[in-house]
T-cell receptor, first 116, second 113 residues
């Protein structure tokens, strides 16, 4: 999981602003994921991408957007439409599952976003 | 919908004791069950996982057991050490077009010297 990086580590945003969180991996993984973590809760899936130029909504996609133009990069934009964006955001990647095998996800170090 | 329940939410043990964390899942098609350890402010790290074709897996002081009939799985840590103190998350997933992990809410484990 050392091959997954996220930046910045801390991010402060004013209400009404869009911000973009970076996620890069050099593991040659096909699949990438974005999760949100709130205190006392498990991780919730925002978006995922199985392959370049393709991505799907997860369980809490409203107010977020992503792109997957390169295999190694999966940036997340938190838009002003996200009503409660203060959280810890985690990016993950995996080799890419198949219909008969579920692969392991490895996490980046996270970005803590605070809305002022 | 799919759901994973995790208990207890907090667990306090003395150094050297054993700790057990239990999870139940709702989707009977789930067949992959990882456990992650997360220290404060850090990334979750995979510590052990089990697939549905086995009932138990062990790695040094850590073991996971799976009961597919009852739809629950457990993490066992023996001879606990202060560095085991962290939040532990279970998750469940199933084969398919993509690897969707459903996470439990986490257990905060405190190991007291």
């Amino acid at each position: 999981d050392g091959g997954i990086t996220q930046s910045p580590k801390y991010l402060f945003r004013k209400e009404g602003q869009n911000v973009t969180l970076s996620c890069e991996q050099n593991l040659n993984h096909d699949a990438m994921y974005w999760y949100r973590q709130d205190p006392g809760q498990g991780l919730r899936l925002i978006y995922y991408s199985q392959i370049v130029n393709d991505f799907q909504k997860g369980d809490i996609a409203e107010g977020y957007s992503v792109s997957r133009e390169k295999k190694e990069s999966f940036p997340l934009t938190v838009t002003s439409a996200q009503k409660n964006p203060t959280a810890f955001y985690l990016c993950a990647s995996s080799i890419g599952g198949t219909p008969t095998y579920t692969d392991t996800q490895y996490f980046g170090p996270g970005t803590r976003l605070t809305v002022l | 919908g799919e759901n994973v329940e995790q208990h207890p939410s907090t667990l306090s043990v003395q150094e050297g004791d054993s700790a057990v964390i239990k999870c139940t899942y709702s989707d009977s098609a789930s067949n992959y069950f990882p456990w992650y350890k997360q220290e404060l402010g850090k990334r979750p790290q995979l510590i052990i996982d089990i697939r549905s074709n086995v009932g138990e897996k062990k790695d040094q002081r850590i073991a996971v057991t799976l009961n597919k009939t009852a739809k629950h799985f457990s993490l066992h840590i023996t001879e606990t050490q202060p560095e085991d103190s962290a939040v532990y998350f279970c998750a469940a997933s199933r084969f398919g077009g993509y690897n969707k992990l459903i996470f439990g809410a986490g257990t905060r484990l405190a190991v007291h010297p």
